[in-house]
């Protein structure tokens, strides 16, 4: 059996159509590797792309990916909600069957060189990939942002890169390249524009203020109100319908309901409870949120 890898690239740009085709284009024009999912958001001003296949098909397609963005999207003239240091701001990739995780570490590392060497963009690894280990947090790496970054990147020997030039791209930024298991990229809208309760409840539940364990979290303002965004980085530890609950339980405390809930990216199926289109206040089919069916469609090994 072909060994198998997921990569999860996100990019700064969630509103031109045109370059997010050029994104996709790139991801699906390898043979071996397949474009399994686009979720792109105005308000985050933000895409996340999903694909998976042959570990080496891959690692090409996602790095025709970040040529295309760092052609075409300039940070000088980026405004979201959500943090960014690039314009092709995180790039992890997932063991799925038959890769350990230290094979990913080193596909990371690997990848990171070539975009480096071959791009000219400072590359910094994260999560497992990560050799300094402040760096680890992939939130951590990213809070100067890239507005921050310019003044660091190049003046801090703590800030040197792993690879690529000691200065930061001047329209592209940055890019963040790791190694890490499957995670939950998980949104809860509230039914206020009182970004602060987002945020409070945020702080109640995150890992790093005595929250859920393996959760990061953050509120922010969209255009559909306010909103807690989150990472669930252990769905066997913390799944959704545990956030969910704190949530919900958490609103209520401030006399606000729950809007709906939103799965960005895909999800393995044991992440979800039964009749979770009712129970999360989904705003999707679940069907389409499932990584195995979506490897299933494209003819890809189901992950065990």
Known sequence: MTPLIECVPNFSEGREQRTLSALADALAGVSGAHLLDVHADPWHHRAVFTVAGDPHAVAEAVFRSVAVAVQEIDLRQHRGVHPRMGAADVVPFVPLDRVSMRQCVEIAQTFAAHVGASLELPVFLYARAARVPERASLPALRRPEFEGLTRLVGAEGAWAPDFGPPRLHPTAGATAVGARGLLVAYNIDLDTEDVSVARA?????????????????????????????????????????TVFSAVQEGARAHGVPVRRSEIVGLVPERALPPDAERCLKLDQPVESRILERRLEAVGVKSVE
């Open 201 to 241: 409840i945020a702080r109640e539940i995150r890992t790093s203020s005595g929250g859920l364990p393996a959760v990061q979290a953050r509120g922010f303002a969209t255009g559909r109100g306010a909103q807690v965004s989150m990472n669930l980085l252990d769905i066997d530890v913390t799944p959704p319908a």
